[in-house]
């Protein structure tokens, strides 16, 4: 393999060679042929690095099979099996519009081939009079990491708000996350965050934990080891790259909000985020709030198109998500953390929503 490979990807190559009884070897960093080369093929994760492309096209040029999970390099011609990456931009953009933002944006530190297939599928999908930030890094113009934290608040504080960012990956969402905590803007509420990867040490270690698109990586890995399986055997590789659809969201709490602009539903809503755990309705979050229940409702129907118990419902279906991803709590106690007053309620609330019983969607979307 060429430079380190995600665990996700080398899990996905590694079941596929258990289950076809391959001597699967590991080598990071490979910068140049070694002395003697006995493996009858590679699937490697292609970088921009002269040293690596060099190498991987003069054992090319020997007859070793080879298959890309990247798509950095699209210069150099060889199978590939990547992430569909304007899928996971389009993907993104569905996310947010189901959560009624009406201003959206794009953030990265960098540039490359990866990064303009991610933005074009975003921004292709972005109607244009809700886009506000388009590609804009001007690393090279800045000398310190002050100055360029200085401009992204710059940036964000004059943005309309609530605003809604895609960042290339989860860094560039932890990046984000700081220069909003600096600037004192509120997440998810003023700036919702989603992120590409999904990596669970870092969505799960932030101030606010990132939502993020799973790049279903470990189905990318298995699918490339069938593809040099054939390409060993005599195959032919594909014109096009092969593209991975991604997984899914796995939602948390940097982009789980609804936008709103009325501060009266905003402020509903806050209540009912505080308040999953407890039993309460319409009229209580009225008084909280110093309305009545009949004010209450008409605004939430002007803003979202919703009633108020229909919210209160899908933010108990989203933490019961949240609980059953992140954690293994029993049914009990995700039913009583997301204010369901029995796994049976749960399980029937879950069901109409989903269409799967809540064991069920954990043992389908759940990671290990």
């Not at 009884?21 to 003697?36: A, E, H, K, M, Y």
């Not at 590679?42 to 921009?48: E, G, I, N, P, S």
């Not at 965050?193 to 279903?216: A, F, K, Y």
Request: with cysteine.
């Amino acid at each position: 393999m060429v430079r380190p490979m995600s665990a996700e990807r080398v899990g996905g190559i590694a079941r596929y060679a258990r289950e076809h009884g391959w001597n699967l070897v590991i080598q990071d960093r490979f910068g140049v042929i070694p002395l003697s080369w006995e493996n009858d093929g590679m699937v490697v994760t292609l970088r921009d690095d002269p040293a690596l492309v060099g190498s991987l096209r003069r054992l090319m040029a020997l007859g070793v099979p080879a298959v890309d999970l990247t798509i950095d390099r699209p210069d150099v011609a060889m199978p590939r099996v990547i992430s569909d990456h304007e899928g996971i931009g389009r993907l993104a953009a569905a996310h947010f519009a189901e959560r009624n933002y009406a201003h959206l944006a794009w953030f990265s530190t960098g540039w490359g081939n990866v990064h303009a297939l991610r933005y074009r599928g975003f921004s292709s999908a972005v109607p244009a009079e809700r886009w506000v930030l388009s590609r804009e890094i001007p690393t090279a113009s800045l000398g310190s990491s002050a100055a360029y934290l200085e401009w992204i608040g710059e940036k964000l504080r004059a943005a309309p708000k609530p605003l809604a960012v895609l960042t290339y990956d989860e860094a560039d969402a932890a990046t984000l996350l700081y220069a909003t905590g600096r600037f004192g803007l509120a997440v998810p509420e003023e700036v919702a965050i989603l992120s590409i990867g999904d990596n669970r040490l870092v969505c799960e270690s932030q101030p606010v934990p990132l939502s993020s698109i799973d790049q279903n990586l470990d189905r990318a890995g298995y699918e490339a080891a069938a593809l040099l399986d054939g390409l060993m055997s005599g195959g032919r590789g594909p014109k096009s790259p092969i593209l991975v659809p991604p997984a899914g969201i796995t939602l948390r709490r940097s982009s789980d909000a609804v936008a709103v602009s009325d501060p009266l539903v905003r402020a509903a809503l806050g209540y009912i985020a505080d308040h999953l755990s407890t039993s309460f309705g319409v009229a209580q979050i009225a008084r909280a709030l110093g309305t009545t229940a009949n004010v209450l409702h008409n605004r939430f129907m002007a803003e979202l198109g919703h009633p108020v118990g229909a919210e209160i419902s899908r933010q108990r279906i989203a933490m019961a998500k949240r609980l059953l991803l992140e954690t293994g709590m029993p049914a009990q106690d995700v039913a009583n953390a997301a204010g369901f007053c029995s796994p049976s309620h749960l399980s029937n609330a879950f069901r109409a929503a989903t269409g799967l019983a809540p064991r069920a969607w954990r043992l389908k979307y759940g990671k290990a």
